[in-house]
C-alpha cells in the first residue's frame, strides 16, 4: 500500500554502494568505533573499488590484435624521457583510452553508421585505431596531433593494421585543422575530443558555429571526471579540474544540444545536436 511516503533509493550501483560504505565508516571512525566490523566494511569498500575495472575488461569483447600490440608498445615506451610540445603537455602511458573504452567507441562508430569520424588529440592512436575498425570501405578518421613524434610512433602502428589506411594524422594546432576543414566544407558523422583540457570548450564552440557536424552527428568527450577534479572540494581542485567543469556546466546549459555523461574509465560524454 502506498502511504504517500517518498522513500530515499538505497544505493545499487557499485559507485553509490561505494560512496555509502565509505560515508558510514568515515563516520565511523570519527565516533571511535573501529572494530571488526569495521575492518570488514573497509575491506568490502577496497574489493568494490578494486573489482570494478577489471571486471569490465574482463567482459568486454577482446580488443583485436592491433590494437593489443598499439597498447603494448606504448605501455613499453619511456614517455618521461619526452620534451613537452607547447600545445600538448607531459606523456603518459595512462592516457591511452585503452581495452573499454576502445571498444565503447568502435560500438559507438558502429550505432551510428560514421563513415567520417574526426579525432581531436590523438596521443598514440588506440581510439582513432578502434573507430576505423568500426568503419566501413571507404569510411575515414582525420587524427588531429600536436606532437609530431607521437604522430610518427601512431603511423608506425597503423601500418600493421589492415584498416590502417583509413586514418590520416593531421600534425599541427587542432584548431588550426578545424578551420581549414570547415573551409573545405568536410563534415563528420563522429567526433571524438581527447585534447587539452583547458581548450575543450574552443573546440566545442569551433565544431558548433560551423558546419562540421553532419546531421545526426555525435560528439564523444573524453575525460569529463578527470580523476574527480571537477566536483572535488576546493583544496582538491586542479585547473584541468575546473576547466573539465566549466565545459560540463556550458554543454549543460546549452540549448543547442542534449547530453550525458557516462562513467566509463575516466568520463565520457556524449553530445548532439537537438534538431530544430
Known amino acids: 500500500m502506498n502511504d504517500g511516503v517518498l522513500r530515499t533509493s538505497r544505493p545499487v550501483t557499485p559507485t553509490t554502494i561505494l560512496g555509502k560504505e565509505l560515508r558510514e565508516l568515515v563516520e565511523a571512525y570519527d565516533n571511535g568505533e573501529v572494530g571488526e566490523d569495521f575492518a ?3 575491506r568490502r569498500a577496497r574489493d568494490l573499488a578494486d573489482g570494478l575495472d577489471p571486471y569490465l575488461d574482463a567482459h568486454t569483447t577482446p580488443e583485436s590484435s592491433a ?11 619511456d614517455w618521461d624521457s619526452r620534451t613537452v610540445v607547447s600545445g600538448s603537455g607531459p606523456l603518459e602511458q595512462e592516457m591511452l583510452s585503452g581495452h573499454v573504452e576502445g571498444q565503447a567507441l568502435k560500438f559507438l562508430a558502429h550505432m551510428t553508421g560514421a563513415r567520417r569520424v574526426l579525432e581531436i588529440g590523438m ?3 588506440y581510439s582513432a585505431l578502434a573507430m576505423a575498425e568500426a568503419l566501413p570501405d571507404g569510411g575515414t578518421v582525420v587524427a588531429c596531433e600536436v606532437d609530431e613524434f607521437v604522430a610518427d610512433f601512431a603511423r608506425e602502428c597503423f601500418a600493421s593494421s589492415p584498416v590502417g589506411h583509413r586514418i590520416s594524422v593531421e600534425v599541427g594546432p587542432a584548431m588550426d585543422t578545424l578551420d581549414r576543414l570547415a573551409g573545405e566544407s568536410v563534415q563528420f558523422d563522429l567526433v571524438f575530443i581527447d585534447a587539452d583540457k583547458t ?3 574552443g573546440y566545442y564552440h569551433r565544431l558548433l558555429d560551423t558546419d562540421l557536424l553532419a546531421p545526426g552527428a555525435v560528439i564523444a568527450v573524453d575525460n569529463t ?4 577534479a571537477p566536483y572535488a572540494e576546493p583544496a582538491y581542485r586542479t585547473v584541468n579540474g575546473d576547466a573539465v567543469d566549466a565545459f560540463n556546466s556550458f554543454v549543460t546549459e546549452d540549448a543547442r544540444v542534449e547530453q550525458v555523461l557516462l562513467p566509463l574509465r575516466d568520463g565520457v560524454t556524449l553530445i548532439r545536436r537537438v534538431e530544430a
Open 67 to 77: 590494437l593489443q600490440e598499439l597498447s603494448r608498445r606504448t605501455q613499453g615506451m
Open 123 to 125: 596521443f598514440t592512436g
Open 225 to 228: 571526471l578527470l580523476q574527480g
Open 199 to 201: 581548450g575543450y570548450l
Open 40 to 42: 570488514q566494511r573497509l
